[in-house]
């Protein structure tokens, strides 16, 4: 195998490896991240959490560190379980530790069991923030009423950090790095040489 065969196996490798990542990343796998934003119910039982900044973070999924003040914030949640979706559920978030409220959704069925809560302008503070849930039994529904007290669940987030660099982001930094260099590989001679010599090092 030629020094040209193991750069390019070498590119198609870190190709693959990018498209696989990639594609994990957006799959089943990916909740492993999105499970570390959840609210425990009850015992096994989970909201799943994930905020999104499409006008200033669009390719961006964001848990416990929003970036944007001012901006259009989206704070999606998710609970599987059918017998969640047959309560009333009230969303609310406060500022802390003041405790001040920035946001508030009245109880409601979300028989879909996803709930899209939009906040036009996000939040206009850099801080902490708690998110509230709660959950009731609804009085009237009395053929599908869940048995069991209210559910209280809060989780924090940062608003107005830093942007995180996600693992997406990196792999994606690394990819053009190193197409980059398998350019610069093949189109300039001396850089090829450079190359060939650090290759021909590593095999004696």
Same mark, same amino acid.
């Given at each position: 195998?030629?020094?040209?065969?193991?750069?390019?196996?070498?590119?198609?490798?870190?190709?693959?490896?990018?498209?696989?990542?990639?594609?994990?990343?957006?799959?089943?796998?990916?909740?492993?991240?999105?499970?570390?934003?959840?609210?425990?119910?009850?015992?096994?039982?989970?909201?799943?959490?994930?905020?999104?900044?499409?006008?200033?973070?669009?390719?961006?999924?964001?848990?416990?560190?929003?970036?944007?003040?001012?901006?259009?914030?989206?704070?999606?949640?998710?609970?599987?379980? %059918?017998?969640?979706? =047959?309560?009333?559920?009230?969303?609310?978030?406060?500022?802390? #530790?003041?405790?001040?409220?920035?946001?508030?959704? #009245?109880?409601?069925?979300?028989?879909?069991?996803?709930?899209?809560?939009?906040? #036009? =302008?996000?939040?206009?503070?850099?801080?902490?923030?708690?998110?509230?849930?709660?959950?009731?039994?609804?009085?009237?529904?009395?053929? =599908?009423?869940?048995?069991?007290?209210?559910?209280?669940?809060? %989780?924090?987030?940062?608003?107005?950090?830093?942007?995180?660099?996600?693992?997406?982001?990196?792999?994606?930094?690394?990819?053009?790095?190193?197409?980059?260099?398998?350019?610069?590989?093949?189109?300039?001679?001396?850089?090829?040489?450079?190359?060939?010599?650090?290759?021909?090092?590593?095999?004696?």
């Amino acid at each position: 195998m030629n020094r040209v065969q193991i750069i390019r196996k070498g590119f198609l490798v870190l190709l693959g490896l990018f498209f696989s990542t990639s594609l994990w990343a957006h799959g089943g796998a990916k909740g492993t991240d999105t499970d570390q934003c959840k609210f425990e119910l009850q015992p096994t039982h989970w909201v799943h959490y994930t905020a999104y900044q499409p006008n200033a973070y669009p390719a961006e999924e964001f848990c416990g560190n929003l970036p944007g003040l001012n901006t259009l914030t989206q704070l999606v949640f998710d609970y599987q379980d %059918m017998k969640y979706r =047959n309560m009333l559920v009230e969303f609310e978030v406060t500022k802390e #530790p003041e405790g001040t409220r920035v946001f508030f959704l #009245p109880s409601a069925k979300h028989k879909k069991g996803s709930v899209n809560l939009q906040l #036009p =302008n996000g939040v206009s503070e850099a801080g902490q923030y708690l998110i509230h849930i709660t959950l009731v039994p609804d009085p009237t529904d009395s053929e =599908n009423r869940v048995q069991g007290e209210r559910l209280d669940v809060h %989780m924090g987030f940062k608003a107005g950090g830093s942007q995180p660099v996600s693992n997406n982001s990196l792999l994606l930094y690394v990819f053009f790095a190193f197409a980059g260099l398998y350019v610069l590989y093949l189109s300039n001679a001396s850089f090829k040489r450079i190359v060939d010599d650090v290759i021909l090092k590593i095999k004696s």
